[in-house]
Each structure stands twice: as C-alpha cells, then as structure tokens.
C-alpha cells in the first residue's frame, strides 16, 4: 500500500517538477529522461540478477517487435505529456489519465473480446458524452487528453500481451528508445544547443528526471506483486487528481464551464466503473471462498 501510494504521488507531482524545466527543449527533456532512465534501470537490473534476462530478450525479434511498439506509445506518452505540462495544459493533461482506465476497458472489447458489465457500459457512455463535450468546448485541448489516454492505454495493451517482466521489459524499451534519444542530442548540439551543462540547476534536474521516471515504476511494480487489482485500480486515481490539483491551485490554470462539466460527467463515470470493479472482486473473493 505504501508502494503504490508513493508511486501513484509521485507521479502526480511530475507537473511541479517538469515545471522547473520550462526553459529546456520537451524533446530534450524526454531524450534526457530516456538516457538516465536507463543508466538507473541497468544497475537494478545487475541487482535483481535480470541481467541475462535482459540480454536474452534482444535475441526474440517477436520479443524486441513488441517491445519496440510499446516504446514508441511510451515515447509519445512521455513527450506528449511533458510539452502539455510546460505549455501550461495541465488540467488537459490529468483528464487524459482520468480517462485512461476507460479506454482500457474500451480496448479490452475491441481487442481482446472481453464483455463489458452495464455498469461499465454505462461509465464508458457517460465519459463518451464528457469527451464530446470537451469536443466542443475546448478543441484545442481535446488532442493533449486523447493522445495521452490512448498512448498509455495502447502501451498497457502491449505490455499484457508480451510475455516479459516488468523490469526487464522496461530496461528493453529505454535501451530501444536510447539510440534516437543520443541522436536528437547530437543533431541538437549542432543547432543551438542542449539545455544539459548551460547551468548546475538544469543538469542536475535532467539527471533527476531519470529517478523520477524509474523509482516510481519500480514502486508500482513492488505494489502490483502484493496488492489486489481492484485496490490497486481505485488508487491510480491518486496520479491524475494531484495533477489536476496542481494546475488549478498551484499553477494557476483556469477551468472553463464545458471543462467542468466534461470532468464532472468522466468523473461519475469512474465512479459507477470502480464501484462496479469492488463488487465484482467482492463476489469473486465469495465464491472462490465457497468453493
């Protein structure tokens, strides 16, 4: 509970943290993060003695395909959603992940022929007809939420279907995803230079955006080998509402009428789904205890 707690908070401060990186490049930041992301990852790996495990999966070209697939919606997640917080879009950018266990589900029918309860009907019509009116009453935002609902939601899509640990999966995306990281830096050194090493400050917060991507991913991972799914569902709603909270009282983002009825319509939504989720994992834990 812990874990999941600190990693779910954590996540929902990245806006007070990116925030401090305005003056950088987003791409730059993003590369940055790739970088030292995996020079945190490869020492935990050395760690955890998944090492070979880690090799071994570059040998699987149906493997490394995969992987290299869920890198890219992870590329666009990250870069997405750290231009959204530094173009002051933060609000945007928490209904994104609001959103975000909807389009799971939505996913699950379409993709895997899962079949959905009315409850859950009922929540995805609801944030449907919230998106809508999103739609209309800030188009020029709608793009940030969906990009960032839909990138995430494709990633946790792949990640369930490729047979790889956690960990290792993610040392292989950020080791798939680092040579255009290197890249960028190089073409950007030549045409006007990086933000790392203009000053102290700027480079020590790149360097700390490697820990602040890959502590709370190994916190979520600890978390979801002891938590049950449904707990562990209801508090990823921890992440967005903190970000929501930053932009409108730290930030100082302002919501319009549409963006509050939008919120108020995907939020009732999630209501009836987590309400729904806890009483299909109550009968559930009945009737294995039963049998």
Not at 4 to 32: C, K, M, N, S
Not at 73 to 85: D, F, K, R
Not at 121 to 133: N, P
Not at 267 to 277: E, K, P, Y
Request: glycine content about 8%; some cysteine; charged content about 10%.
């Amino acid at each position: 509970m812990l874990a999941a707690t600190a990693a779910y908070g954590l996540w929902g401060l990245l806006p007070l943290f990116f925030r401090l990186l305005h003056h950088v490049d987003p791409t730059e930041i993003v590369t940055q993060r790739i970088l030292w992301s995996l020079l945190l990852i490869l020492p935990i790996l050395a760690w955890r003695g998944t090492l070979p495990m880690f090799s071994a999966a570059f040998r699987n070209s149906r493997l490394v395909a995969a992987l290299a697939g869920s890198a890219l919606m992870i590329g666009i997640n990250w870069l997405t959603y750290v231009w959204a917080v530094n173009d002051n879009h933060v609000v945007a950018a928490s209904l994104g992940y609001f959103l975000n266990p909807l389009v799971n589900v939505l996913l699950g029918v379409l993709v895997l022929k899962e079949r959905l309860r009315r409850p859950q009907l009922l929540a995805i019509a609801l944030a449907a007809i919230g998106v809508a009116i999103l739609a209309a009453s800030a188009l020029t935002t709608l793009w940030i939420s969906l990009t960032l609902a839909f990138s995430f939601a494709f990633y946790g899509l792949l990640r369930k279907l490729t047979p790889v640990a956690p960990m290792t999966g993610l040392g292989v995306e950020t080791a798939l995803l680092a040579p255009l990281a290197i890249a960028y830096l190089i073409w950007e050194t030549g045409h006007g230079g990086i933000g790392f090493g203009q000053d102290m400050s700027t480079s020590l917060l790149l360097i700390l955006s490697g820990g602040v991507t890959t502590v709370p991913l190994v916190l979520f991972a600890t978390a979801a080998q002891r938590l049950p799914m449904a707990t562990l569902g209801l508090m990823q709603y921890i992440a967005p509402t903190l970000q929501f909270l930053c932009g409108v009282l730290l930030l100082g983002e302002t919501l319009s009428i549409g963006q509050m009825l939008s919120f108020g319509l995907i939020w009732v939504g999630l209501i009836l789904f987590a309400g729904d989720s806890i009483a299909t994992a109550r009968r559930n834990r009945t009737a294995v205890a039963a049998a």
